[in-house]
């Protein structure tokens, strides 16, 4: 309710008790009626508003106004163990990728130093002036075009040869095989 309902109602209750006082005055002097018409107007208008005043509060608080929530996270270093705990699991993440790179950087040279083994292979050995040109060709990161043709020249050649092993090894079971039919042969030969 706001002052001026307030006062209004109790500038109403003045009259009304102004009224009464009248009226006992009167019933000692005269027993007339008083006149009640002009209160019970201000009286309805009054009960009109506060009735429209309760349906205004009940619609507000049966159906509230959105309210926006702002949620937060936050992190109290205050504490030493939560401090110590982020600075530790930083600082092994840190590690952890480091080593990830410097692995990674290891298996690339294993790989470059793999390739330059098989092709000294292929070409059954290599001069000092040739070792030092497969040094060089391989630190340069330029040379791809040329590492490529390495590495696909080396990966012919093992084919090549991992064909030539099946052959030598199908002649020799062949071989075998040829071999024990003519001991069958002959074996039958002198059975007769």
Known sequence: MNTNEVSMISVMFEEIKKLI???E????STVSPPDLSGIESKVNQSEERLL???D???EFISHPAPQKHFHR???DIASSWVFIALISLSLLVICSIGINISQQNKN???RYNDLKYRYIRMTNGISP???NLLENIFRNPDNNKVINRIRTDVETYEQKIKEQAEKLQQMNRDSSDVQQLQKEINDLKVGK
């Open 108 to 110: 690339g040279k294993l």
């Open 25 to 28: 005055n009167r019933e000692q």
């Open 73 to 75: 996270i936050s992190i």
């Open 21 to 23: 006082k009248k009226s």
């Open 52 to 54: 429209s005043k309760l």
């Open 56 to 58: 205004e509060i009940k």
């Open 129 to 131: 002036e040739d070792l």
